[in-house]
């Protein structure tokens, strides 16, 4: 059953201290337009299906799963390579997680290189006032595109 809540505003009652009005709504029920009726809601904590694991690359933690994409900083690698992160901090899988000091031994993450690019450009633009100090330049942050094959504990 739909609920549609009908309530009409003057453009007086738009401010922050208006008084919520009672109003009727399509089923017949008297209450306040301010009161919506509660929807379920998804668990905050949502359970862990596939394995996963918190890899270091570039100077960045990422946390992966099987079939992944993301992009990390470039590596020297082509289109097509298989690459193999063996600095793996942490194992996930389900209700057991393993935690390495600092590293997981002999855990590594099997992955794909899709592609290497370059990212959107940023401008840089320096100014001083009154000096005539004018200094354009501009950035794109080369970046290697990775799909995560398989986790190894």
């Known amino acids: 059953m739909a609920v549609l809540l009908v309530n009409y505003q003057s453009r007086f009652e738009w401010g922050r201290n208006a008084a919520p009005r009672e109003t009727v709504r399509s089923d017949?029920?008297?209450?306040?337009?301010?009161?919506?009726?509660?929807?379920?809601?998804?668990?905050?904590?949502?359970?862990?299906?596939?394995?996963?694991?918190?890899?270091?690359?570039?100077?960045?933690?990422?946390?992966?799963?099987?079939?992944?994409?993301?992009?990390?900083?470039?590596?020297?690698?082509?289109?097509?390579?298989?690459?193999?992160?063996?600095?793996?901090?942490?194992?996930?899988?389900?209700?057991?997680?393993?935690?390495?000091?600092?590293v997981v031994e002999g855990a590594t993450v099997d992955a794909t290189v899709v592609k290497n690019g370059k990212g959107k450009k940023i401008r840089i633009f320096k100014y001083n006032a009154k000096k005539g100090y004018r200094k354009r330049q501009g950035h794109r942050q080369p970046y290697t595109k990775v799909q995560i094959g398989t986790i190894k504990a």
């Open 28 to 102: 017949g029920v008297l209450g306040k337009w301010n009161q919506v009726p509660s929807q379920e809601s998804e668990p905050v904590m949502k359970e862990l299906k596939q394995m996963q694991a918190i890899i270091v690359t570039g100077g960045k933690q990422y946390k992966v799963s099987e079939g992944d994409t993301l992009f990390i900083e470039k590596l020297e690698t082509e289109a097509g390579q298989n690459i193999t992160f063996d600095q793996v901090l942490a194992i996930l899988d389900g209700d057991n997680a393993t935690f390495g000091a600092p």
